[in-house]
């Protein structure tokens, strides 16, 4: 992987491949003291292909190390026979699939074989063209190289009656180990239909259907990437929730095109999920479901995956910052895509319902060259240069909410500015509408794609002292920012020319009031 991490576009803190295409992140746990992270990827090119589990790991969530293919797409190079689609690892202390020998823990993948051609495999089994099935691998060396289990794959063959003829849409097996029931839980997408299966076992090979959830809130496009986790409300052990996150493409948040991420509250008891009613609007039904919430608001957060392998509250995120409406075509090479901060997330209540929080995670302190702090009684109605004139920043940015009055009145941080603001990314808070806002209409290379150059938004209340606030997480091509306490978040990829690095404060329709800043300048977590 002698690649030097210096290009144009080249994520500073964010992982990506040293070269090629990636899509979602798989497979990620954490096992002896290291984050594994597993992604799709073509091992032989830029766009999306030969779809193969590529392999890093970290120990701080910000220094990644790549490693080998773990599982390479079967007849590459050459006429594939099987690719390897998104899934889970966990590992497998009490071996109970048997994989281990000699006291090795294993760890057991699931993810799903696509076939692109009909075939009897070594199981027995035949597969049609163009089938999507859930197969099992396992590794005795901590996740490093894998072995498929050949014998019976793929295990999960179909979708169950009266699901059969959506043999082509049926993926993205999340697994993870349910302690009160000790059973193996698969939640498993029925992308087309918008549902999710929940399968159960005790030792990984056998899985029995055990119920079924959705169509529910947000259902456009395709339904990809289940997960569902168990989060204590408001820090409560007794009061413990269950939040499924689910992506949709295309159908992301209202503004977005393309692909985006929903979470639903609920309880699961080891067999079935079931949608907590949003105590602000009546009950759900399928007909009418209460309003989706969005676990990012922004274009490019997508197939978030969490860990398995923390303690059993403890969750963290990973999602793949792109959006399929243009990943193919955004102007990186030779890699392309990279992966979100991993983001703590935990359950809060605000605004009298049950919100998803998001922390990210990323060790600036081991990354800070130099900091930045300043605050202003006023900032006065215009923009005003600060020294900022950074490509990677952590910065959080607080000021108080005022009266708006006009549409206009917003406040907040141009980065990646040139001097003349033909190139700029404005990231800022609309008094009139109460909203967080992303606009990156003229954030440099904009024209790969027609839908690229937009404002994104996230409804945002003032904290109870009357504050806002903003966290964003600048790298070379990257903006992701969390507003409030992390109830809402909106990443947005962005492709600057590289003499925009100017950074101003802006206040439109009147001055803005208590303004601080704290940065911290950020250096590479490439190298050393
Ligand atoms: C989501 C997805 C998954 C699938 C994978 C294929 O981005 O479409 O549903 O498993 O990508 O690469």
């Not at 108080?400 to 800022?428: C, E």
Request: proline share 7%.
């Amino acid at each position: 992987f002698a690649q030097t991490y210096n290009e144009i576009y080249r994520p500073q803190y964010h992982f990506t491949p040293g070269k090629n295409w990636m899509n979602d992140p798989n497979g990620l746990v954490f096992h002896n003291g290291v984050y594994h992270l597993y992604y799709q990827y073509n091992p032989d090119g830029n766009t999306w292909g030969n779809i193969s589990w590529g392999h890093a790991t970290s120990t701080n969530l910000t220094h990644w190390t790549e490693h080998p293919v773990a599982l390479l797409a079967r007849g590459y190079p050459g006429e594939l026979t099987e690719a390897f689609f998104t899934g889970t690892v966990v590992a497998d202390p009490q071996n109970t699939s048997g994989f281990g020998t000699n006291g090795t823990v294993p760890l057991v993948a699931m993810y799903t074989s696509y076939y692109p051609t009909s075939q009897t495999l070594p199981s027995g089994k035949s597969v049609t063209g163009g089938q999507q099935a859930q197969s099992i691998a396992y590794s005795l060396d901590d996740g490093y190289t894998w072995t498929t289990y050949d014998a019976a794959n793929p295990v999960i063959p179909t979708p169950p009656a009266p699901y059969e003829d959506q043999w082509r849409d049926f993926r993205d097996p999340f697994i993870f180990w349910h302690d009160a029931t000790k059973k193996w839980i698969s939640v498993i997408s029925v992308s087309q239909l918008h549902k999710l299966l929940i399968y159960t076992s005790s030792n990984l090979k056998q899985w029995t259907l055990a119920s079924e959830f959705g169509p529910l809130n947000a259902v456009g496009g395709v339904w990809e990437c289940p997960s569902i986790v168990p989060l204590p409300l408001d820090g409560d052990e007794t009061n413990i929730k269950w939040v499924a996150q689910i992506g949709l493409n295309p159908g992301g948040p209202p503004g977005v095109t393309g692909s985006g991420t929903q979470y639903i509250v609920g309880t699961f008891d080891g067999t079935r999920f079931v949608a907590d009613p949003d105590p602000l609007s009546p009950a759900p039904t399928s007909t009418e479901p209460h309003g989706p919430n969005w676990m990012d608001y922004g274009p490019d957060f997508y197939a978030a995956a969490t860990f398995n392998g923390l303690p059993y509250l403890s969750h963290l995120n990973i999602a793949w910052v792109n959006n399929w409406q243009y990943a193919g075509v955004i102007p990186t090479a030779p890699w392309r895509s990279m992966m979100s901060i991993a983001r703590r997330i935990s359950l809060k209540t605000i605004g009298g319902r049950a919100v998803l929080i998001q922390q990210p995670m990323a060790d600036v302190a081991s990354l800070q060259t130099k900091t930045y702090s300043s605050s202003f009684a006023t900032v006065a109605e215009g923009n005003q240069l600060i020294p900022l004139s950074e490509k990677t920043l952590d910065v959080t940015v607080s000021f108080s909410d005022r009266a708006a009055v006009s549409s206009s009145s917003q406040f907040g941080i141009i980065l990646r500015a040139t001097s003349d603001l033909a190139q700029q990314t404005r990231i800022g808070y609309d008094f009139s509408t109460k909203r967080l806002f992303v606009d990156r209409s003229k954030s440099g290379n904009i024209s790969f794609d027609g839908t690229f150059a937009s404002t994104y938004y996230a409804p945002l209340e003032p904290a109870s002292d009357g504050k806002v606030t903003m966290r964003i997480l600048l790298d070379w091509s990257s903006v992701e920012v969390f507003g409030g306490q992390g109830e809402v978040a909106i990443s947005a990829q962005i492709f600057p020319e590289d003499n925009g690095i100017d950074a101003q404060l802006f206040s439109s329709g009147g001055s803005t009031g208590d303004v601080t800043i704290d940065a911290k300048i950020l250096g590479s977590a490439w190298g050393a």
